[in-house]
């Protein structure tokens, strides 16, 4: 049995860290927390796992530090394979089973988009899927999200996964919001601002007092869901 969300935006860098590790902040009094990043790519520029520590203030005991980490900011696939190695689910999926605590609620961030490659023949999406949790989508504000927003809702639906909702980032913008959450019959759950100071102080703040208002999330990330992958570990 498994508790969770599993984070996914609609493209690379849109917010999806800072998004977990506001996450960690609105939550953790009400429930017990443990972010994981399953595969990182670049891992030489970027350690999402370091970020949401700091953001999010988390201990120890919040945080699962284990994974697939690979050299170079590129898709899954190609970084395996300029390492010479090859990643899949199954990995994944031992590393979780190995940590596996049912008291715990687990906000799981995935690598880029839901349609990332992780080999020739799974897509981040599957690993979603196999995880069987509900999907928090990430978006952007700007000019272009509701196509990009809708595509990522319709991939994942397509896979009978649950949206959970949508988080916004970037400068608010009213039309956008109304848009995606008339076409997509998701709710925008929070609209993260890009902090100017963003620390740990300020993302707790907004978190506390922006994000999931009507505790929508808190009721998934109770929920227990059993994972689908079909071999023995």
């Known amino acids: ?37 399953p595969i990182q790519t670049g891992i030489e520029q970027d350690d999402d796992t370091a970020i949401v520590r700091r953001l999010g203030e988390c201990g120890d005991d919040e945080i699962l530090d284990e994974g697939i980490r690979l050299k170079r900011p590129v898709s899954p696939h190609l970084a395996a394979k300029l390492s010479g190695q090859e990643i899949t689910i199954e990995q994944v ?10 008291n715990v609620s687990w906000i799981i961030e995935g690598a880029g988009g839901a349609l990332v490659p992780i080999n020739d023949s799974e897509q981040m999406v599957d690993l979603a899927r196999m995880l069987s949790l509900p999907v928090l989508v990430v978006a952007s504000t700007q000019l272009g999200t509701i196509n990009h927003t809708l595509l990522t809702i319709e991939s994942l639906r397509k896979r009978a996964l649950i949206v959970a909702g949508i988080v916004m980032v970037g400068e608010s913008n009213a039309y956008n919001r ?35 208002q009507d505790r929508v999330l808190l009721d998934h990330l109770k929920l227990a869901h059993h994972p689908q992958l079909n071999f023995k570990p």
Do not use: C
């Open 1 to 37: 049995m498994l508790k969770g969300l599993f984070i996914t935006g609609t493209d690379t860098e849109v917010g999806k860290t800072v998004v977990a590790a506001a996450l960690m902040h609105r939550y953790r009094k009400e429930l017990r927390l443990r972010y994981w990043k």
């Open 93 to 102: 999926y031992k590393t979780l089973m190995t940590n596996a605590d049912q």
């Open 178 to 212: 109304e848009a995606i959450e008339f076409y997509s019959m998701a709710s925008v759950l929070g609209e993260m601002p890009r902090f100017s100071n963003l620390n740990a102080e300020s993302l707790g703040s907004w978190a506390h007092g922006e994000l999931d």
